[in-house]
């Protein structure tokens, strides 16, 4: 998997202004503003598949799910 390293200011834009390609399907993501019930954050999305990547997912993915996760896929399973 191709790893990005995005770095994130205050003012909720890219501290780099660039084009980011879809790990997934190749295609164009775009800096986003994502809103939910009691949060907000900024991200990339992609207009093709919808993948969505923020600082938050990056370092989830560096890290590796942790023990809970595995033992609640354990259980779903069983």
């Not at 919808?50 to 996760?69: F, W």
């Amino acid at each position: 998997m191709k790893s990005y390293t995005l770095q994130f200011n205050k003012g909720g834009r890219s501290s780099q202004e660039f084009h980011m390609k879809c790990h997934r399907c190749g295609s164009i993501m775009v800096y986003e503003s994502f809103y939910g019930l009691n949060e907000q954050f900024s991200g990339w999305r992609c207009v093709l598949c919808g993948e969505i990547i923020d600082q938050v997912i990056l370092e989830n993915r560096q890290t590796g799910p942790g023990r809970k996760a595995r033992e609640r896929r354990r259980e779903s399973h069983h």
